[in-house]
């Protein structure tokens, strides 16, 4: 299997990446900014006698998302990981003081940037009568935050999109769902006061907080062979549980 897990420099991505990789596949991961962090990823992969890759694409840039899965090659499963987070920060301004060009800027990457992505894996995977689309999502699309408006609204449409994308690809092969990240163990998560991530873990049946690792083994299974039928499908991890995620 032939895997393209776009944003896979770090974080989820990166996490998802290994966790393929140890599972027999082949992975290429897609970096903007970070190509050292890729290449680390990369390496990590192939010292322990696995296969991958890295190649560029900037979701904000749609001219780079031909060529980069023109570049990986044929796939059987897209994880759609990368995101423009963009520069709106929770409690940091009103909602009707957010730039157009911050909500055009969130919609043209995270939405239309997607949509072209998938545009450019699906007529191959129609024709072997075989995929796996999984987006990843964020609890901030369904319990929403003060802040971040542009955000979890490009994340709420890629549900739209799943759902869509279900119907019309099912009846070949193609199984698309979404797994929703709640606030998760990455370094996007450490500077949050422990004290904060103590109570918030509280609320999570678990009583934890969820790992990249644990996304990893959820998008993994979505996005593989295991997955005979279930498609069309917004599965959550444990951080989003119980409805307390602040998610990222």
């Known amino acids: 299997m032939h895997v393209l897990i776009t944003g896979g420099s770090s974080g989820i991505g990166a996490a998802t990446a290994l966790a393929y990789a140890q ?4 992975v290429t ?6 190509a050292d962090r890729a290449a680390e990823v990369v390496k990590r992969i192939e010292e322990a006698g696995g296969e991958a890759a890295a190649v560029h694409l900037d979701l904000e840039d749609h001219a780079t998302i031909a060529p980069a899965v023109a570049q990986a090659g044929p796939v ?26 911050e909500w055009s800027a969130a919609l043209h990457a995270n939405v239309v940037g997607n ?8 007529p191959e995977m129609r024709r072997r009568k075989f995929g796996r689309i999984v987006f990843v999502s964020s609890g901030a699309a369904e319990e929403g935050q003060p802040g971040p408006g542009p955000y ?7 549900h739209g999109m799943a759902r869509a994308l279900a119907w019309e690809a099912g009846r070949d092969g193609v199984l698309v769902n979404v797994a929703v990240a709640g606030l ?7 500077p949050i006061p422990q004290q904060v991530l103590d109570g918030i873990a509280a609320r999570t049946p678990s009583r934890r907080l969820s790992t990249a690792e644990d996304m990893a083994a959820l998008i993994v299974f979505l996005g593989s062979e295991a997955n005979h ?20």
């Open 23 to 26: 599972n027999g596949a082949r």
């Open 29 to 34: 991961i897609t970096y903007n900014s970070g």
């Open 76 to 101: 059987d499963a897209l994880v759609a990981n990368a995101v423009r987070w963009g520069t709106i920060m929770p409690n940091s301004v009103a909602f009707e003081e957010v730039p157009a060009a």
């Open 115 to 122: 949509a072209l992505l998938v545009q450019a894996v699906l």
């Open 152 to 158: 979890g609204t490009a994340k709420m449409a890629l």
């Open 184 to 190: 998760t163990i990455t370094g996007v998560a450490r």
């Open 229 to 248: 039928n279930l498609t069309g499908e917004v599965l959550r991890d444990g951080s989003n549980a119980g409805r307390s995620s602040h998610a990222l």
